[in-house]
């Protein structure tokens, strides 16, 4: 039987070093990423809830957040929720919600430089105007579930739609640094048009949208998409955050 030499001997014993006591298998790059993630959760997360007291404030709501390699949230309002909520109060809504994107669009830019990170964030709203019937599921233990084959469309989208592509270029419609809105109607992007307007107003975004179709998913088809850069934060814009005080457009 071939000795081995002591290189190898060597190498074994440090791959057995650097196995992880509870994965058994080399864990050091994963460790990196899944502290990366919880950080950036964590960030997010923070920003969103800051954020939440302003958009509770316009109409009491339900938002279901989720965290996995991202953060997902669903909003969920009206008259059910809210007797006094009216089609004013749910423009408002999205558009606080869009500044509440942008604002953790911006947190997202600051850490990957900061950090110098290769790390990098893509930001959506799927824009739904169908009501949804909300149940409590004892089943999956789930506050709020929907139900219904009219909903059927509703949970295909969502779960599908962030690595939707380009009808035209086949490219992801989520792009780093970029917030991308998905919607059906022509309806839907005059509202949205005018809420990127209002955006730019106030330096969060560019004025370049991206549009285009997106491709079929399986059993929806028809969607579209409108996309713009995050602006990074200005340093007057950040002392004046810190400081509690607003920029003036």
Same mark, same amino acid.
């Given at each position: 039987?071939?000795?081995?030499?002591?290189?190898?001997? @060597?190498?074994?014993?440090?791959?057995?070093?650097?196995?992880?006591?509870?994965?058994?298998?080399?864990?050091?790059?994963?460790?990196?990423?899944?502290?990366? *993630?919880?950080?950036?959760?964590?960030?997010?997360?923070? /920003?969103?809830?800051?954020?939440?007291?302003?958009?509770?404030?316009?109409?009491?709501?339900?938002?279901?957040? @989720?965290?996995?390699?991202?953060?997902?949230?669903?909003?969920?309002?009206?008259?059910? *929720?809210?007797?006094?909520?009216?089609?004013?109060?749910?423009?408002?809504?999205?558009?606080?919600?869009?500044?509440?994107?942008?604002?953790?669009?911006?947190?997202?830019?600051?850490?990957?430089?900061?950090?110098?990170?290769?790390?990098?964030?893509?930001?959506?709203?799927?824009?739904?105007?169908?009501?949804?019937? *909300?149940?409590?599921?004892?089943? /999956?233990?789930?506050?709020?579930?929907?139900?219904?084959?009219?909903?059927?469309?509703? @949970? *295909?989208?969502?779960?599908?739609?962030?690595?939707?592509?380009?009808?035209?270029?086949?490219?992801?419609? /989520?792009?780093?640094?970029?917030? /991308?809105?998905?919607?059906?109607?022509?309806?839907?992007?005059?509202?949205?048009?005018?809420?990127?307007?209002?955006?730019?107003?106030?330096?969060?975004?560019?004025?370049?949208?991206?549009?285009?179709?997106?491709?079929?998913?399986?059993?929806?088809?028809?969607?579209?998409?409108?996309?713009?850069?995050?602006?990074?934060?200005?340093?007057? @814009?950040?002392?004046?955050?810190?400081?509690?005080?607003?920029?003036?457009?």
């Amino acid at each position: 039987m071939p000795r081995s030499r002591p290189a190898t001997g @060597e190498a074994i014993s440090a791959y057995q070093a650097a196995l992880h006591p509870d994965h058994g298998a080399v864990y050091s790059a994963r460790a990196v990423y899944d502290q990366t *993630i919880n950080v950036i959760n964590n960030l997010l997360r923070e /920003t969103w809830n800051h954020w939440q007291q302003s958009m509770q404030a316009i109409t009491p709501h339900y938002c279901d957040l @989720e965290a996995t390699d991202g953060i997902d949230h669903m909003i969920y309002a009206g008259q059910a *929720i809210d007797p006094n909520f009216t089609r004013f109060h749910l423009k408002s809504l999205r558009y606080e919600q869009l500044r509440a994107m942008c604002s953790c669009a911006r947190q997202g830019l600051a850490l990957k430089a900061r950090h110098q990170t290769e790390m990098v964030l893509t930001h959506l709203v799927l824009v739904q105007g169908v009501t949804v019937d *909300i149940i409590h599921n004892e089943a /999956t233990e789930r506050l709020f579930d929907v139900r219904g084959t009219r909903d059927t469309r509703y @949970e *295909i989208v969502k779960k599908r739609i962030d690595k939707a592509r380009d009808a035209n270029t086949h490219e992801r419609i /989520t792009q780093p640094g970029m917030l /991308t809105i998905v919607y059906s109607t022509l309806e839907e992007w005059q509202e949205y048009e005018l809420y990127l307007r209002y955006l730019h107003r106030e330096r969060l975004v560019s004025d370049q949208i991206e549009q285009g179709p997106v491709e079929a998913l399986q059993g929806v088809s028809g969607l579209k998409f409108a996309r713009v850069h995050v602006l990074p934060e200005a340093e007057e @814009e950040r002392k004046a955050r810190e400081d509690g005080k607003e920029v003036g457009s």
